[in-house]
Structures are given as C-alpha cells and as structure tokens.
C-alpha cells in the first residue's frame, strides 16, 4: 500500500480528475507540535540538569532519546508493541533516575523531565490516533481514477436485515448514474453479473453479503474490470479488510466517482472464489446449524464442547504442515485470502494486506481434557493463537482430503464439497475501487509499525504532512 505517485497523478490528470490534497487536522497538527517540542524539552532539561556533570549531561540526553521513543510508541500503537515499547520506557527511565540522576540532581530537574515526557506522550497519542476519522484524513492508497462510464451495482435487499432498502441504494444509484439491479429470489447472481458486463459495464459492483461479494468479483477478474464493494451485508468482513468504512453504506458509492483503485488477490477452492476464508472441521459443522446467523457467537460457544468433547467423532481431514508432516484429524482448519491476524472462530480477526499472493493457513490440533477447555476459553477471549496445538503459516497452494465430501463454511455459506479440496491463491486478479474518503486500510493494517515509522510519521504531522500507512516503512 503506497502513497500517490507523480506518474499515478498524471494518470489522473489524464482521466480529467484532480487528485484530493490531504492535510493533517490542525488539532492533531499542533498535538504532534506539541509532543515534539516536548519531547526535545524533555532531552534539554535533562541536560541542563546535570551541567555539573559533563559525563551524565551528555548521557541523560541520549537516555532520555530512548524513553522518549519507545513512550511515542508505546502510545500509539497496540497489542505485543505496545507492552514491549512500554516495558523499554519504563526500563529506560529508571536507569535515568537511578543511574544518571544524581541525590543532589533528582528533586525539581527531575520532575521537570517527567513532566515534560508525560506531556509529550500524551500528544502523540493525540497527533498519530488511527480513528474512522483520524484515518479519512490520510491519503487512500492505491492508483487515482477518472469515475465509471457504465456503472453498474447488483444488490441483494434483504442482506444485512436490508440494508439495501434502509439506505435506498436505487434511488442512490440513480442519483449518481449508476445502475442498479435488484437480485430477485430466483435470479442467478453470477448470470445477473456477466448480463450486466455483456451490456457493456466498466465497473460493476455488489451491495450483500461476502459470499455475493466472491461470485461478482470473479465476473469482474474475468472481465477485467474494476470491482466496487458496497458493506450492504451483516458483517462485511471483506469491506473491512478493504479499509471500508463499513457504517458508511451509501458513501461507498463513491467508487464509482474519481476514486483510487488498486489490485488484490482472490483465492479458491476446486474453482470457486472466494474473498475472505474457507472453514473445515469445528467451524464448518457449527455454521450448519439454524441458530447460527442470529447468534454466532453463543452459538459457537454453546456447540465447541460437543464438538470438541470425549464423545466427538475426529475429523476425517488430512494435509501438509509448515513442517512438511502429514497431518490427520485436525479439528479446525482455516484458509483465508492473504494471512489473517486471527482472533476467534467467529470473529476471524482482520488482514494486513489482500495482496501477497498467499493463503493464510491455520490449524489447531487440539487433545482432550484440559486442553479443550482451554480451547473454548481462548476462542471466547479472542485468543486462539496462545493456545496449544494451534499453528499458522502461507503458502500459495494447499490440499486437504477426507475419505467422503467435506464439510465447509466458504465466506460464512455452509457447502458440501468432494475431495481433496484444492486452494490456490490468486495474485492480483481482480482489481477493486475505493472513495476518496475511505479509510484505506483494515485494523490489521495498523499494527506494529516500527519506530523509525512512528517518529517520522509524528515530526511529518507537525510539519501538517499526513503519513500513508505503507507496509514498507514496518
């Protein structure tokens, strides 16, 4: 994910569209003044404090640096960095007061360092939040475009207890010169999607679930035209990972408008695309059941013990591992389009990118007793990757087979599938379109981003130059 180019603004310019300047907020501009100027206080105060001392003055500065940093950090960022950086600032400002502030040096010199430092974390918080709206502020990624000639958006209005007809996506469409085509009950989504296309569609999109979102992005890839993503369905995982702002039905609309497009892959199944994940074993069977749509996590809860329990039949499923070790009876397989950072069964978590060119591999081999227990407990927390037996790894191809057809969950629809099934990823088949406006990134995206990434990003706020998140820069 990278910020615009010259060559990508001249593209632009071409198609008749003036790319969006993007600036930072003047309130998070004048935090990120503030937390700079501070945090160089800080390194002047101590200092200043120790001028007695020549060697400790050059050394508190230098002490100070790092504290300072991994505070920035610390404060920005979330999960494993955020506790690494907060246990390296708080290492490192004990060795200030212990070890280079002197009995004679600590009192009010002291204070005014950590004041000083408290003030300029604080700020940075501030200056480099990664909130719905915090994230508008920076430049989407990806190639800017000239709007759609023939847009065309299919949509489902019963999906997402109907979200079509809630926002009024018709007369929306209408509005902006797109063309909608209402699914019926017993229309063939993919027949109504290659229609539109023989009609002569540059852009097509769809307004439902991921499942429909997989069937009209392969329509497109074969096409070779753009995609548009609209978060009309219940969960909207795919429009999530897209950097969609997934309360913001009707703006998606945009895409079709100037907007920025770029490549990501699909993966499939013995043929069938899908955008997010395919789930065999536990997941697969609980997803059969009625009660789940309306109650996925309690439903999760209340089926795992059975599933899991002493009684349970072992899956009939058998693959590779990371360590080339044929592996059989594993009770949860996942893959995905691109890694996951998983969280639960029913929660999946987010993904960083939609463009490595790999699948996102993950399966749990788990015993009984304590070990299920602790299974079911680290799926409630959103936790799985701490438990035993659960392992996660890529690979652009992978092979599962049974001695029977397969039980599968295929972006959250319940299929029977023969053996073996065969997944491959599919680099950048298919090319998607964003708003201008839209965040641009998914919560994975935000992740455990690197120092020298989060202290550039901090000084170029103060200057009121917006950072891109750009995967390069970890």
Known sequence: MSPTTPDQTDAADEAGEVPPVHHVAEPDRAAAVGAVVLGVAAL??????????????????????????????????TGALRLLAS?????????????????????????????????????????????PAALKALPTPGTPVGPARRGVLIMNLKSGGGK????????????????????????????????????????????????SQALVATVASAAGIPHVCIPAGTRNHFALDLGLDRDDVVGALDAYGPAVERRIDLAEVN??????NVSLGVYAEIIQSPDYRDAKRQTTAAMLPELLGPDAEP??????????????????????????VLSSLAGFGSRARLDTGELGLAAAEIGRGVDIAAFVAADAAGRLGSVAGWNEWTAPCFTVTSGAPIAVGIDGEALVIDSPLEFRSRPGAVRVRLPHDAPGYSPAALEDYSPAWTVGALIRAAFGRPTPIDDDQR
């Open 87 to 131: 246990a390296l600032a708080v290492a490192a400002l004990a060795v200030v007061v212990i070890g280079i502030f002197t009995a004679e040096s600590r009192g009010l010199g002291l204070a005014i360092v950590i004041a000083l430092l408290l003030g300029s974390t604080t700020l940075s918080r501030r200056a480099l939040r990664r909130d």
């Open 315 to 340: 899956f009939d499923l058998h693959f590779e591992g990371p360590d080339g070790i044929d592996h059989h009876g594993a009770q949860v397989i996942q893959v995905s389009n691109n890694p996951y």
């Open 164 to 211: 079509a007809e809630e926002f009024d996506l018709e007369a929306e469409c209408r509005a902006r010169g797109i063309e909608p085509v209402v699914l019926g009950p017993d229309d063939d989504l993919l027949d109504l999607a290659e229609q539109a296309v023989a009609r002569g569609a540059d852009v097509i999109g769809m307004a439902g679930g991921d499942g």
């Open 271 to 276: 043929g069938r695309v899908f955008v997010n």
């Open 44 to 77: 002047v105060a101590g200092a200043v404090s120790l001028a007695g001392d020549l060697g400790r003055a050059l050394l508190a500065p230098a002490a100070l640096l790092v504290v300072v940093t991994a505070a920035w950090i610390a404060a920005t960022r």
